[in-house]
C-alpha cells in the first residue's frame, strides 16, 4: 500500500509538471503580459530617465516587466536577452551595449518570433524596430552653433562617445561635416573618444591644453563630457573656449546659465519612453510595428535657457 502511494504520489508530481508546461513554463513569467526591458548601463542618467518612465507606464496599465541592467557589459546583456527569452517573454525592449555583438541573439529572438523594439542606441543587425533621436541633426546644430562664433581661422577639437555605438557616430558625422562646409578655414585639431565620460573629458582637455596654444571650441558628444571639458578649462584658467553639449542634464542647464557652456541639446527622454511604450503595447497586441519612432533636438542657448531650469 505505501508503494502504491509512493507511485501515486510521483505520477501526481509528474503530471503536475506536464501540465505547467503545457502552459508555457512552470515557474516561467510568461509571456503574454510581461516584456524585458534591457537596460545597457543603468548609471546612464538619461537612459535611466526613460526606463523609470517606460516602467511606470507600462504597470499602470498592468504589465509585468522584467528589467535587466548589463552594466555596459555585453557578454552579460546577451545572457539577460536569452534569460528572459527561456522565461517565454515575448516582446524585449533592448538598450543594446554593443550593435555588433549582440546581433545573433537578436536573431534567434527573430526565430522564436520574440517582438524586439530598441530605444536609444540602434543595431546593425537583426529585425527590429526603434525610438531614436535625430542623432545627426544634433551634430549639425552644434556645428552651427560654433560656425556663427568661431573667429577666422579658429581651431576646435571633438570628444566622441565609443566607437561602435550609433548615436555616438551619427553626432559625430553632423558635426564634422557641417563645420567643413559652413567654415573651411576653422581647422579641427583633434577628434577623441571620451566615451560619454566627464572623467576621461577632463583628462582629454587637459592634454589637449597642453598640446595646442590655441584651442577656439570644443564640441563633445553628450552633456557629460562637455562638462569635463569645461573643468578641465577652469582648472588651468583657460577662458574665452566655446563649448557645445547634448542631453541639457540640469548641470548643464546651469552651466549654459553661467556662461561657462554655450549650447545644449534637449533630447526628451519622457517622449522616448512614451513612444517606447506605444510601440510594445502594439506588438504585445500581435500587431508589431513596421516603422518606428525619431525625436527631435531642441537648440538651448543663453537666450532660451530659463525655460528649462528648474
Known sequence: MKLQKRLWGVLSACLVLVLCLALSGCGSSGGGNTVAYLDYNGDDVFCTKISEEFQAKAKAD?????YYDAKNDVAQQIDQMNEAMDKGVKTIVLLAVDPDLIIPTVEKANEKGVNVI????????????????????????????????????????YLRGPYGA?????????????LKQKRPDVQILDETVGAWSDTN??????????????????AAANDAMALGAIAALKSNGRQGVIVCGIDAVDDALKAVAAGDQG???????????????????QAMAGQMPSQGYTAQ?????KDNVSQYLH
Open 62 to 66: 498592468g504589465k509585468e516587466v522584467l
Open 166 to 178: 550609433n548615436d555616438a557616430a551619427n553626432r559625430e558625422e553632423g558635426f564634422i561635416s557641417t
Open 297 to 301: 533636438f531642441t537648440a538651448i542657448t
Open 263 to 281: 549650447l545644449t541639446l534637449k533630447q526628451d527622454p519622457i517622449e522616448e519612453a512614451d513612444a517606447t511604450y506605444d510601440l510594445v503595447k
Open 118 to 157: 530598441t530605444v536609444n542606441r540602434s543595431l546593425n543587425g537583426g529585425k527590429f524596430v526603434g525610438v531614436y533621436s535625430d542623432d545627426k541633426t544634433a551634430g549639425v546644430k552644434q556645428a552651427e552653433y560654433m560656425a556663427e562664433r568661431l573667429p577666422q581661422g579658429g581651431k576646435v577639437c
Open 201 to 218: 573629458a577632463m583628462k582629454i582637455t587637459a592634454t589637449w591644453l597642453s598640446m595646442f596654444p590655441q584651442l577656439d571650441g570644443i
